[in-house]
């Protein structure tokens, strides 16, 4: 007989909850949603760039990700990527301020934490299961209460041992961002203002900041932080390093850029009133009108950023967009062909154009489309929306097996792993044998299956 089915139901739900603690540790990205941006894409790359030099990593080696989410958070799951929020830049007045937090979480990536999160899960898992099988002997031996006590003081010690190991973490990445800025030439008074504004949530949301509630939490007080890290950057000679401008005004139209993306047209008006005629508001208040569908309005806000700066590559994106998604693409050509040109053939930006070239459902754009939608996909191949746009044109050229082998690209990255599967088999029957594509469509193939065998083992 199995001991967790002899136990009562609450304790099985105990342990349960327990499990799913440290399993949201270990993988925090699943079910989340990612934003891509050429633009907003080269800020973070470029903001990031001196820290993950600081830090002893390859530039190319390191990605960092937008997460459609408005919470304020930042984290690292595994490799080297950095994931942050959405609501983290809009939360952020200024790109020192965000910079400290990817030192933070390049911290955490030199320190190995995720890897070593595992010893800190088998150290508490130890506690949890000597206390159920001490629990279980009491239950069994007609000690029910005595058990059940044993069991939940067993859980609560494991979650406490769990906790304290997540803090000594947070304290060492802590230590590595601050050595990183240092080291970058950058200040931490940005790093300081930020988690100042993480302090004041806490203060808002009546967070118990006693010492006692410490020992509940998977970071030290933000108070705590500040302290330590104040001492540590007024020391510093980096402390009064100016900011960079250019980067900056990089930032606030970024910032301006994903509120208007992701907020309410309402609450965009308001934050970027008709008042301000300024890069940043009419960047954001662009994007409102073309989610009103107030095509003209949007229109204008991004001719006159375009005629401002007739060579930025994303006014001309901004423009191509509004035009191609309002159901005008034979105009949205010019303006995304600049982009594309302009922006040395930026993937993201090169998918929107072939986009466009396709959906004018003229034949002698296809030939076009076609280089530009093979260049961007071997320039970024996790881009679903281009592989899809290259199916599109194969079909509509007649070239199946390869829209096939595009379609089994773009399924894969989507997850659909059964699609993925099908497609890759009809594109491996019809492709010449021992080709590069041919090679690919049983790659893709041997993929979805492993994925769908570790789905299949979780469950």
Same mark, same amino acid.
């Given at each position: 007989?199995?001991?967790?089915?002899?136990?009562?139901?609450?304790?099985?739900?105990?342990? *349960?909850?327990?499990?799913?603690?440290?399993?949201?540790?270990?993988?925090?990205?699943?079910?989340?949603?990612?934003?891509?941006?050429?633009?907003?894409?080269?800020?973070?790359?470029?903001?990031?760039?001196?820290?993950?030099?600081?830090?002893?990593?390859?530039?190319?080696?390191?990605?960092?990700?937008?997460?459609?989410?408005?919470?304020?958070?930042? *984290?690292?799951?595994?490799?080297?990527?950095?994931?942050?929020?959405?609501?983290?830049?809009?939360?952020?007045?200024?790109?020192?301020?965000?910079?400290?937090?990817?030192? @933070?979480?390049?911290?955490?990536?030199?320190?190995?934490?995720?890897?070593?999160?595992?010893?800190?899960?088998?150290?508490?898992?130890?506690?949890?299961?000597?206390?159920?099988?001490?629990?279980?002997?009491?239950?069994?031996?007609?000690?029910?209460?005595?058990?059940?006590?044993?069991?939940?003081?067993?859980?609560?010690?494991?979650?406490?041992?769990?906790?304290?190991?997540?803090?000594?973490?947070?304290?060492?990445?802590?230590?590595?961002?601050?050595?990183?800025?240092?080291?970058?030439?950058?200040?931490?008074?940005?790093?300081?203002?930020?988690?100042?504004?993480?302090?004041?949530?806490?203060?808002?949301?009546?967070?118990?900041?006693?010492?006692?509630? =410490?020992?509940?939490?998977?970071? !030290?007080?933000?108070?705590?932080?500040?302290?330590?890290?104040?001492?540590?950057?007024?020391?510093?000679?980096?402390? @009064?390093?100016?900011?960079?401008?250019?980067?900056?005004? $990089? *930032?606030? $139209?970024?910032?301006?850029?994903?509120?208007?993306?992701?907020?309410?047209?309402?609450? =965009?008006?308001?934050?970027?009133?008709?008042?301000?005629?300024?890069?940043?508001?009419?960047?954001?208040?662009?994007?409102?009108? @073309?989610?009103? &569908?107030?095509?003209?309005?949007?229109?204008?806000?991004?001719? &006159?950023?375009? *005629?401002?700066?007739?060579?930025?590559?994303?006014?001309?994106?901004?423009?191509?967009?509004?035009?191609?998604?309002?159901?005008?693409?034979?105009?949205?050509?010019?303006?995304?062909?600049?982009?594309?040109?302009?922006?040395?053939?930026?993937?993201?930006?090169?998918?929107?154009?072939? @986009?466009?070239?396709?959906?004018?459902?003229?034949?002698?754009?296809?030939?076009?489309?076609?280089?530009?939608?093979?260049?961007?996909?071997?320039?970024?191949?996790?881009? !679903?929306?281009?592989?899809?746009?290259?199916?599109?044109?194969?079909?509509?050229?007649?070239?199946?097996?390869?829209?096939?082998?595009?379609?089994?690209?773009?399924?894969?990255?989507?997850?659909?792993?059964?699609?993925?599967?099908?497609? &890759?088999?009809?594109?491996?029957?019809?492709?010449?044998?021992?080709?590069?594509?041919?090679?690919?469509?049983?790659?893709?193939?041997?993929?979805?299956?492993?994925?769908?065998?570790?789905?299949?083992?979780?469950?």
């Amino acid at each position: 007989m199995s001991i967790v089915h002899s136990l009562p139901y609450q304790f099985a739900a105990r342990l *349960f909850a327990l499990t799913a603690v440290f399993a949201m540790a270990i993988q925090p990205v699943q079910a989340q949603s990612i934003l891509r941006d050429a633009e907003t894409e080269a800020l973070l790359r470029d903001m990031a760039a001196p820290l993950v030099e600081a830090a002893g990593l390859e530039p190319n080696n390191v990605d960092i990700v937008l997460i459609n989410d408005p919470s304020i958070n930042a *984290f690292v799951a595994g490799g080297q990527v950095v994931y942050i929020h959405s609501g983290l830049i809009d939360a952020a007045d200024t790109a020192n301020e965000v910079q400290g937090v990817i030192a @933070h979480e390049l911290g955490h990536i030199t320190g190995g934490h995720v890897i070593r999160i595992q010893d800190g899960i088998g150290q508490a898992g130890n506690i949890s299961i000597l206390s159920m099988l001490l629990g279980a002997a009491a239950v069994l031996a007609g000690a029910g209460e005595a058990g059940l006590g044993v069991i939940a003081a067993g859980q609560q010690a494991a979650l406490g041992k769990f906790l304290a190991f997540s803090r000594a973490q947070e304290s060492s990445a802590d230590a590595a961002g601050a050595e990183y800025l240092s080291k970058a030439g950058i200040s931490g008074r940005g790093s300081l203002a930020f988690f100042g504004k993480l302090q004041n949530l806490e203060f808002r949301y009546a967070r118990d900041q006693s010492d006692s509630a =410490t020992f509940s939490r998977t970071h !030290p007080l933000s108070g705590d932080r500040i302290a330590i890290l104040r001492e540590t950057y007024r020391v510093d000679p980096a402390w @009064h390093a100016p900011e960079d401008p250019l980067l900056q005004q $990089r *930032f606030e $139209r970024v910032k301006a850029k994903l509120y208007g993306y992701q907020s309410e047209p309402a609450r =965009t008006f308001q934050r970027y009133p008709e008042t301000r005629m300024d890069i940043p508001a009419r960047y954001a208040r662009a994007y409102a009108h @073309h989610k009103s &569908a107030l095509v003209d309005k949007a229109l204008s806000e991004a001719d &006159a950023l375009v *005629f401002q700066y007739p060579d930025d590559p994303y006014f001309l994106e901004l423009k191509g967009q509004v035009l191609l998604e309002s159901g005008r693409p034979e105009d949205a050509i010019v303006p995304l062909r600049r982009a594309t040109e302009l922006s040395r053939n930026e993937p993201l930006i090169a998918s929107m154009f072939g @986009h466009a070239l396709i959906a004018t459902e003229d034949e002698t754009h296809f030939e076009e489309a076609e280089a530009v939608l093979r260049n961007a996909v071997g320039r970024d191949r996790f881009n !679903p929306f281009a592989w899809y746009q290259l199916g599109v044109v194969y079909a509509a050229t007649g070239d199946i097996p390869r829209a096939r082998l595009a379609s089994a690209e773009q399924q894969v990255m989507s997850r659909q792993y059964t699609l993925a599967i099908r497609s &890759a088999q009809i594109a491996e029957a019809g492709l010449p044998t021992g080709s590069p594509d041919w090679l690919r469509a049983q790659d893709i193939g041997l993929q979805a299956r492993a994925e769908l065998e570790q789905l299949r083992d979780r469950r």
